[in-house]
């Protein structure tokens, strides 16, 4: 379908497919296989320009939003979910900085962000805080000149490949929701290590380790705007990213679809085409409804948070939900499309289906997400 | 550095078909590509620039629509277009396009450096990157797989060789051909192909160029392509696998076969 995108869009649409075409699908396979982070493919990005795409002007970036980057994630989505993951998670990191940084921070920061030069990674959750951000038990406290955290962050993607980390801590445990801090960690700050990269079902060639804080010291002035407002930001910060994940559903679920409608139409079974039989053709065509549907959806949740900063959350969270549920159901008819030959690790789809899972996990699970929905019509509906 | 890139326009290979019964090229619905050697020589090109400074203009001898592969380029980060294209300049052979090439290069001034793909894919002469060489009067260095140095007007660079590299050192102002193995062409920029959209490609006829009339398009070429055809197939191949002593022996057996 036609979305009519203006020209400079369709620009970084086309940038992004090249790369796509021709740099990640070669490669996808055996950096899944091999577990291994895609490191040249991310620089081919950077020399693109689109890390730069949310960047402001003034920053070095292009200056576009959420829907231009929504534009580039689709199309790496539908070459690999773990690079696609790799970039997203570099913008989930930079957004605190952007959101609720002083020009300072932002001046020392973004230009190399917007480069590529720089990546950065977001840290919230901890061993007994995942959905439930209350449980984060990091700590940063006041010594001097200088914050002094302690604690461990789990599951971060990008850990050990990033310079930057905008982590959450808590600053005073007595103000509850207002208690938690945003702070920029560096990669060479002392008294911070990484745990062992973890080994996981799917997008296996995105990086996933721990971050650990050790007596870690930083300089005052990586408090990520003021103290308390660490939840304001991190919540702003997820309702701005997670149409970035919807879309990894939609580009994932887009290339689920084209291998399996390629490959009915050449598997001959009972002496036709496997398109041929309804049974087929009926998941096909619902496969392509949803995809179709999805897209819709998520450009326009994008479109309405690049317009409207302050009511994000229901767009954001409805657009997740729906995407990332239709990439699982898509890439699991995708691999019975194909049956056997599907299983194999021969043919993506078993890869698009075990990376599909993780979308409806990361950045707050699809039940937190419809707890937002339904927090939200609780509301409009007094 | 200032490096000139030449680059064609050519019809992507795994498109074209000869037509069985005219022996002709069919081009019909055939994209046009960046020949793809041209694509390492204006990376080759990209890279010394941004390494040791400079610009990058490239340039090509086509109809009109070569101009599509000049926009490629630019948003592959070469900083001027010019395109050389007139109806006079049509049936040119190598000998008649390095003319051409050398004239206008030579209206487009001063070079430390000429960097050509080793051959087109369609034509595979691997001719018009020594002639034009020739026609400059400038040193050449043909199939370069890697280039490490370039300090002073000297660059230090390998040529791929049947059986490993020569390393060689060449005096600027030269020209080199490259070959696949010299690096990975970068795919357009964002900011690129908003430069490409905007920039004026300068174009530039045969009287711009200063062109003598027999010198240039079928007037100044020494060959002519007389027919167009598919090779004979060749026979059927078998390939015997095995030890070399149960190669031996299939091989004895084939041939006693004939007898
Ligand atoms: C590969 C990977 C990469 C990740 N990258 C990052 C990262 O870069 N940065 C980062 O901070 N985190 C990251 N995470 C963490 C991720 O965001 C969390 O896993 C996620 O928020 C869920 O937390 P949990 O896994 O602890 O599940 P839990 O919160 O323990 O949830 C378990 C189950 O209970 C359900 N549940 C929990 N609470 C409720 C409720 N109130 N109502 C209804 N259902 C509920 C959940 O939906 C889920 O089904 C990553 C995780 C993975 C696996």
């Excluded at chain 1, 690790?345 to 707050?364: F, H, S």
């Excluded at chain 2, 610009?55 to 948003?75: H, K, Y």
């Excluded at chain 2, 894919?121 to 020739?134: F, K, M, N, R, S």
């Excluded at chain 2, 010198?215 to 027919?227: A, M």
Aim: glycine letters at 8%; proline letters at 4%.
């Amino acid at each position: 379908m036609d979305y009519f995108l203006t020209e400079e869009q369709q620009m970084i649409v086309e940038v992004a497919q090249q790369i796509t075409d021709e740099k990640i699908i070669p490669q996808r396979a055996e950096l899944d296989e091999k577990e291994e982070f895609a490191t040249e493919i991310l620089k081919d990005i950077a020399k693109a320009d689109l890390f730069g795409l949310y960047i402001p002007e003034e920053y070095g970036g292009y200056g576009g939003g959420c829907f231009e980057v929504v534009l580039a994630l689709e199309q790496f989505g539908r070459g690999c979910v773990a690079v696609a993951t790799s970039f997203a998670a570099s913008a989930l990191g930079a957004y605190p900085i952007l959101l609720s940084g002083s020009k300072e921070m932002k001046q020392k920061y973004l230009p190399d962000v917007a480069s590529g030069s720089m990546k950065a990674a977001f840290a919230l959750t901890e061993a007994n805080a995942g959905s439930d951000a209350s449980g984060i038990q990091t700590t940063a406290v006041l010594d001097g000149d200088e914050w002094v955290l302690n604690g461990t962050k789990q599951w971060i993607t990008n850990a050990g490949e990033a310079q930057i980390y905008s982590i959450v801590a808590i600053t005073d445990k007595s103000k509850g929701a207002r208690g938690a801090s945003m702070f920029v960690v560096e990669d060479t700050d002392p008294g911070f290590s990484y745990g062992p990269k973890e080994k996981k079902m799917g997008i296996r060639a995105s990086a996933t380790r721990e971050l650990i804080f050790k007596d870690c010291r930083i300089p005052k002035d990586r408090l990520i705007g003021r103290q308390g407002m660490g939840f304001i930001t991190v919540m702003k910060t997820l309702d701005l990213s997670r149409p970035g994940i919807a879309i990894l559903g939609v580009g994932l679920g887009q290339a689920a679809l084209d291998e399996s409608v390629t490959y009915a139409k050449q598997r001959v079974q009972f002496g036709k085409p496997i398109i041929s039989f309804q049974a087929i053709q009926h998941m096909l065509a619902d496969m392509a409804i949803q995809v179709e549907a999805s897209r819709a959806l998520v450009y326009a949740a994008a479109k309405h948070i690049a317009a409207h900063q302050k009511d994000m959350s229901k767009a954001s969270s409805m657009c997740k939900v729906f995407a990332t549920d239709m990439a699982m159901k898509v890439t699991t008819d995708a691999v019975q499309v194909l049956a056997g030959y599907g299983y194999m690790r021969e043919y993506p789809v078993e890869k698009m289906m075990r990376d599909a899972k993780i979308l409806q996990i990361y950045e707050g699970t699809n039940q937190i997400q419809r707890n937002v929905v339904g927090q939200e019509l609780n509301k409009e509906y007094t | 550095m200032n490096i000139i890139v030449c680059v064609k326009q050519v019809p992507d290979a795994k498109d074209v078909r000869l037509d069985p019964k005219t022996n002709t090229l069919s081009r019909e619905g055939v994209e046009s590509i960046m020949n793809p050697y041209d694509r390492h020589a204006l990376e080759a090109a990209v890279q010394l620039k941004e390494n040791y400074g400079g610009t990058v203009t490239v340039v090509s001898m086509g109809p009109p629509q070569a101009e599509e592969v000049l926009r490629e380029a630019v948003s592959c980060g070469a900083d001027e277009a010019v395109l050389v294209s007139d109806r006079a300049f049509a049936g040119a052979d190598t000998w008649a396009t390095t003319y051409t090439l050398m004239k206008a290069i030579k209206k487009i001034g001063t070079f430390d450096l000429i960097i050509c793909g080793k051959q087109a894919i369609d034509g595979d002469t691997a001719q018009v990157g020594p002639g034009l060489a020739h026609r400059l009067n400038i040193p050449f260095v043909t199939c370069i797989r890697n280039i490490t140095n370039c300090e002073d007007s000297l660059l230090k660079a390998e040529r791929l060789m049947d059986d490993g590299y020569d390393v060689l050192e060449i005096q600027l102002p030269a020209l080199l051909t490259v070959v696949k193995d010299i690096n990975e062409p970068r795919v357009p920029s964002l900011k690129g192909k908003m430069k490409a959209k905007k920039i004026s490609i300068t174009s530039m006829s045969a009287e711009d160029i200063g062109a003598n009339p027999e010198q240039i398009g079928l007037n100044g070429s020494t060959t002519q392509v007389v027919r167009v055809f598919s090779p004979e197939p060749r026979g059927e191949k078998t390939m015997l696998t095995g030890s070399v002593a149960e190669q031996v022996e299939q091989l004895i057996e084939k041939l006693e076969a004939i007898q």
